[in-house]
């Protein structure tokens, strides 16, 4: 049995904040491969269109060389299967997260006994950083440097 740790790290990241990115800095510390699943999420009518995002995302991880980034648009479950991963990251940023958060992992364990989900709080400087707090702030057009990572944000300036 192979001792190669794989991870996937699911998300609609729309767009890609601080917050994801500090848990994407924790993950990679802890595993040899980070597999950073995007979803397609249209029924979120998400702000940025997916190739958008999967733009995003690749910029902003680009100087960790064990990070993949994909889309996805089937259960996390199958994905894991495809990917041979049985590890799932999600953060939690507030109480109200862990409730969903939690309703979710039980779920993809009861389709899937081998699958584990690994819960990671960003830093406290984070932890209120959401993409949808990005978002509304952006659509007033606000200031957003300080949430989202540089090369996301040079991104966003050139598509808004």
Known sequence: ???YKRAIYPGTFDPITNGHLDIIKRAYRMFDE?????????AKKPMFNFAQRVHMVKAATSDMPNIKVIGFNNLLVNL???LDANIIIRGLRAVSDFEYEL????ANASLKKELETIYLM???EHAFVSSSVVRTILNF???????????ALEFIKCER
């Open 1 to 3: 049995m192979s001792t």
């Open 34 to 42: 980070i597999i950073i699943a995007i979803a397609e999420s249209e």
């Open 141 to 151: 057009d606000g200031k957003v440097e300080h949430l989202v990572p540089a090369k």
């Open 122 to 124: 960003p830093s406290l």
């Open 103 to 106: 309703q979710m992992g039980y």
């Open 80 to 82: 894991s299967d495809e």
